[in-house]
T-cell receptor, first 113, second 115 residues
């Protein structure tokens, strides 16, 4: 049962344009969501998070939107830069406050100069 | 942000041998660390939760006798892949908890290749 899903395996955008990465979830009890960025052969790095009580969180070029009724969140990157090219994972916490995370399948973003 | 290191960054070993991977939190103490593995072009799959001073808890389908975890101090957890086989070849990543909304800080990963 894939509780966190990223249905687009890849995305290609032009430098300077907006990148929109999508994530769907099935468990309405998730308290928060996180986005991670991962380069090849490296560990993921935390990017931005959002509490389930909010519908938007912004940090510089990165904004995450949460639509609880649709059980959908999205990460917007604007303007996109070539250095943003990486795999992006959305994640949500396991139940029980264990600290464990459930990851989506990831979306590979390519930003073309 | 907090720093988590892993050693080695890559290792090649022969089938049947054991390999130990270290995960260290460099500037904070971590009572809990997590071990993940990632196959090419796939998501990160949680293997186990490493608990300082107690036994690790393993996810369903992960063999605890094959993947030995020891969390002897608040800054170090080790994963030992015992009697490694080629199908154990993967990218192993550890993480430790951070501040805020539960974000984890990840190590750089260890590429294991079993020949």
């Amino acid at each position: 049962d894939q509780q966190v899903k990223q249905n687009s395996p890849s995305l290609s955008v032009q430098e300077g344009r907006i990148s929109i990465l999508n994530c769907d979830y099935t468990n309405s009890m998730f308290d928060y969501f996180l986005w991670y960025k991962k380069y090849p052969a490296e560990g993921p790095t935390f990017l931005i998070s959002i509490s389930s009580i909010k519908d938007k969180n912004e940090d510089g070029r990165f904004t995450v939107f949460l639509n609880k009724s649709a059980k959908h969140l999205s990460l917007h990157i604007v303007p996109s830069q070539p250095g943003d090219s990486a795999v992006y994972f959305c994640a949500a916490p396991h139940e029980g406050n264990t600290g464990k995370l459930i990851f989506g399948q990831g979306t590979t973003l390519q930003v073309k100069p | 942000g907090a720093v988590v290191s892993q050693h080695p960054s890559w290792v090649i070993c022969k089938s049947g041998t054991s390999v130990k991977i270290e995960c260290r939190s460099l500037d904070f103490q971590a009572t809990t660390m997590f071990w993940y593995r990632q196959f090419p072009k796939q998501s990160l799959m949680l293997m186990a939760t490493s608990n300082e001073g107690s036994k690790a808890t393993y996810e369903q389908g992960v063999e605890k006798d094959k993947f030995l975890i020891n969390h002897a101090s608040l800054t170090l957890s080790t994963l030992t892949v015992t009697s490694a086989h080629p199908e154990d070849s993967s990218f192993y990543i550890c993480s430790a908890g951070g501040q805020g909304l539960g974000e984890q800080y990840f190590g750089p990963g260890t590429r294991l290749t079993v020949t």
